[in-house]
């Protein structure tokens, strides 16, 4: 799994050395194996082959999460201050070597098969997006984090009323917030609580509003077939958004 995701993000475009091809393929098998030279590993990223790249192995999990999970890793790119002591994540280790054309990675999840989904390095395709790009300004160099105007579903504010910090992870597949605020959203999808998940019928997703999230100015809605997560062989589905307990004062 590739962190800042869902874990459609398993294939690779090679990136400003080809066109776009026609439908992204899989990493190949030997993509995501290590190579052994006398006693360095170097792994490999596509056509990327990193030096030097500090890595651990878990040798016991008690989530039930990563037991399941049909992905083998996960592959962080945050930024250094989150790193263990004394490594560099992978993505530092490619820029100081010089192996991509500019400091720029990004990622087109695709609905459709996990095959659909790429994950570039070096840049951005422009046959994987329509219009120009949105550059938003991080507030902090840890996670991916930037300011939030505030969330709507229209035409009524629902959350982030006075600006807040919201966190980019693709490594995510829920939107999560405050209690009080994500509340506030479920009162507006029709559905109700099953313990902690907020559960709704299928057949009703067409006629769900779009929560539209303002960033910089510019408004993201996201459609009801995007915040709904249809459970297979039953007729109801879930909104993955959740709450966490706020502080107190």
Same mark, same amino acid.
């Given at each position: 799994?590739?962190?800042p $995701?869902p874990?459609?993000?398993?294939?690779l475009?090679?990136?400003?050395?080809?066109p776009?091809?026609p439908?992204?393929?899989?990493i190949?098998s030997s993509?995501?194996?290590?190579v052994t *030279?006398?006693?360095t &590993?170097?792994?490999q990223?596509g056509d990327?082959?990193i030096k030097?790249q500090a890595?651990g =192995?878990?040798?016991a999990?008690d989530?039930? @999460?990563?037991e399941?999970? /049909?992905?083998d890793? @996960? &592959?962080?790119?945050?930024y250094?201050? #989150?790193?263990l002591e004394?490594?560099?994540?992978?993505? %530092?280790?490619?820029?100081?070597? *010089? &192996?991509?054309s500019e400091p720029v990675?990004?990622?087109?999840?695709?609905?459709e098969?996990?095959? $659909?989904? /790429?994950v570039?390095?070096g840049g951005?395709l422009d046959?994987?997006y329509? !219009? %120009?790009?949105?550059w938003?300004?991080l507030?902090?160099?840890?996670?991916?984090?930037?300011?939030?105007?505030?969330?709507? =579903?229209k035409p009524k504010?629902?959350a982030?009323k006075?600006?807040c910090?919201?966190? &980019? %992870?693709t !490594?995510t597949?829920?939107?999560?917030?405050p209690r009080?605020? @994500?509340?506030?959203?479920?009162k507006?999808?029709?559905g109700?609580?099953?313990q902690? #998940?907020?559960? =709704?019928?299928?057949?009703? *997703?067409s006629?769900?509003?779009d929560i539209v999230?303002?960033?910089? !100015? @510019? %408004?993201y809605p996201v459609?009801?077939?995007?915040?709904?997560q249809?459970?297979r062989?039953?007729p109801?589905g879930? /909104?993955?958004?959740?709450? #966490?307990?706020?502080p107190?004062?």
């Open positions: 799994m590739i962190k $995701g874990r459609q993000a398993l294939a475009c090679k990136l400003m050395a080809s776009c091809p439908t992204p393929q899989p190949p993509a995501s194996q290590t *030279s006398e006693q &590993l170097l792994p990223v990327l082959i030097n890595f =192995i878990s040798l999990e989530d039930m @999460v990563f399941n999970a /049909v992905f890793g @996960v &592959l962080g790119l945050g250094p201050s #989150l790193a004394g490594t560099t994540p992978i993505f %530092d280790t490619i820029m100081n070597q *010089s &192996l991509i990675f990004a990622f087109y999840l695709s609905t098969t996990e095959a $659909g989904s /790429v570039m390095f951005v046959c994987y329509k !219009g %120009d790009l949105k938003v300004p507030s902090q160099t840890q996670y991916w984090q930037i300011p939030l105007d505030r969330i709507t =579903i504010f629902v982030c006075r600006r910090q919201a966190i &980019l %992870d !490594g597949s829920s939107l999560t917030g009080r605020q @994500v509340y506030n959203i479920h507006l999808i029709p109700y609580y099953l902690d #998940l907020y559960v =709704i019928y299928c057949n009703a *997703s006629t769900l509003p999230f303002t960033i910089k !100015g @510019v %408004d459609p009801a077939q995007a915040y709904v249809k459970v062989g039953q109801w879930l /909104v993955p958004i959740s709450g #966490l307990l706020e107190m004062g």
